[in-house]
């Protein structure tokens, strides 16, 4: 539990080529907002504190954005990027973030509004090899919409760009969703919904980059089975390819 975080601590650790590993904590650090760490072997351990203050009124030292549940993921050109699921310049909706392991230079990406872009991503990014980062939103316009939207980012210009917004019962169906994306090498990102569809218990789905299409595989449900859905809702894990050509996952409940 690093440096104090009261919340729980979803996203993995990554470990970079210089042998330390790096993550984040949802609370802790000097505000109470959360902490971007950085930790040795050895156990030798350094943070960084976020702040839900917005970019203008950012303390020395302190970070925007609040409330990281993000793993970090190393582009191309050697930074590392994240997300926060709060804070920012727009206050109360999230950024996306990255840094440099090598000097500790933090840059804030992008920052979430009220919008059609989405706001509030529970989850951090996947590289698609190509030069874009994909993640997901909880949430569309100022969080009084549930459906959340698929977006990526240029990891060389900074380009932000909305693909789909997710429409619960009606194609691309879903809603919430809060697990990182898998990208399957062929062109394909895999993920879940934590809600919506047919039961409102959550989907999983594919998302083909090439036609910008999602395809719902099946639907969640959390009392006796249902034709075509799976027993189960609530999904907010990644799923994990084992390399035989299945992807696994679990839920919180059903």
Known sequence: NPNGATAPVRPALYLHSNGN???TT?????????TLFQMSKS????????????????????????VPMSTLVLSSDGWLWGTTSAGGVNSTYGTIFRIRPETGEFQ???????????????A???SDGQGYLWGMTRYTNNGTST????FRIHELTGVFERRLTFASTVAPKGRVPEGNLSYDGAGNLWGTTSKGSTYNCGTIFKYTISNNTLTTLSDFSD????A????GNEVAATLVPDGAGFLWGVTTAG
Do not use: C, E, W
Request: charged share 5%; aromatic share 10%.
């Open 21 to 23: 590993f790096y993550g």
């Open 26 to 34: 949802p609370g802790g650090g000097a505000l109470g907002f959360g």
């Open 43 to 66: 156990g030798v351990f350094g943070h960084l504190s976020f702040t839900d203050l917005n970019a203008g009124s950012v303390p020395v030292g302190r970070h925007p954005g609040s």
């Open 108 to 122: 804030t990406m992008h920052n979430f509004a009220s919008g059609t872009n989405g706001n509030s991503p529970a």
């Open 124 to 126: 951090g990014l996947v």
């Open 147 to 150: 459906h959340g939207t698929l």
């Open 223 to 226: 009392r006796q089975v249902q």
């Open 228 to 231: 075509g859905a799976i027993k």
